[in-house]
């Protein structure tokens, strides 16, 4: 059930560079019934280690654009110990609408997006006239990710494109690299802040991960991005409203 659960994640992760946590959390709650807290710190180690993997796989075709992922991941980094400490003092009810809304807002805007026209890939030079965007922006990505659990590669990959004109390539591998440096420090703070035995299941949901993220590369490759991006919207939109129905019918 758990090496399942991350080869879910790591496949999410590998086709299109987002979406392993918003499959992780739910998952982690409905299977292992796992308070929402527990599921969402847990989750950021998993997308962590799915997320580096997914780096090395990409470093020869399409590497990440280190000064864009510097840019995010250095405030991220700092930010997503500061979302972990605010999960634990919101109520759960509360923190499942917030993920859930932010989930569903994700889907639709990544639905919308599928199929969109790729940029110039060679921004090099916007990115380094405009590093404090991307540092305020790493400070939002830090918070959410450790506020819900996410990588943030729904935010990232969109930010990427959209804002600094990268290919949806290029942005994928930058998001990665990202999320793999975020998740280490969210996923640090709840390590020293809940109990140990999480590290265990960690491991074995960290494994499928690797395995799922190898997997979606290798289908990525060889299907239609733009059919890809809309089936996995609608997956994303049917297990948060389940997520949703079972927080208020339970």
Same mark, same amino acid.
């Given at each position: 059930?758990? $090496?399942?659960?991350?080869? &879910? #994640?790591? !496949? *999410? ?6 979406? =392993?946590?918003?499959? %992780?959390? /739910? ?70 609408? $917030?993920?859930?809304?932010? &989930? #569903?807002? !994700? *889907? ?6 599928? =199929?969109?026209?790729? %940029?110039? /890939? ?78 265990? !299941? ?49």
């Amino acid at each position: 059930m758990h $090496l399942a659960l991350g080869f &879910a #994640l790591g !496949l *999410a992760l590998g086709l299109t560079g987002a979406g =392993g946590a918003i499959i %992780a959390v /739910p998952l982690l709650i409905f299977a292992l019934q796992l308070p929402a807290q527990e599921a969402m710190g847990i989750s950021l180690g998993a997308v962590s280690a799915a997320a580096m993997v997914g780096v090395w796989l990409r470093r020869r075709q399409q590497p990440p654009l280190w000064r864009a992922a510097a840019g995010l991941a250095v405030t991220g980094m700092l930010f997503s110990p500061v979302g972990r400490w605010l999960s634990y003092r919101l109520d759960e009810q509360l923190l499942v609408v $917030l993920f859930s809304t932010l &989930a #569903l807002v !994700l *889907a639709v805007r990544m639905w919308r997006s599928a =199929g969109s026209p790729t %940029a110039d /890939p060679d921004a090099d030079q916007a990115i380094s006239l405009n590093m404090p965007v991307f540092l305020l922006a790493g400070c939002a990505l830090g918070l959410l990710s450790g506020l819900f659990g996410v990588g943030g590669g729904f935010l990232i990959v969109p930010f990427l494109t959209l804002y600094a004109g990268l290919s949806i390539e290029r942005a994928i591998s930058t998001s990665l690299l990202v999320i793999g440096l975020v998740g280490i420090t969210g996923y640090a703070y709840h390590i020293f802040t809940t109990r140990m035995d999480d590290v265990s !299941l960690l491991s074995y949901i960290a494994v499928g991960s690797m395995l799922g993220i190898f997997a979606g590369n290798a289908i990525g490759a060889r299907l239609p991005a733009q059919r890809l991006q809309q089936v996995f919207s609608v997956f994303v939109i049917l297990v948060t409203l389940q997520l949703l129905y079972r927080t208020f019918t339970t």
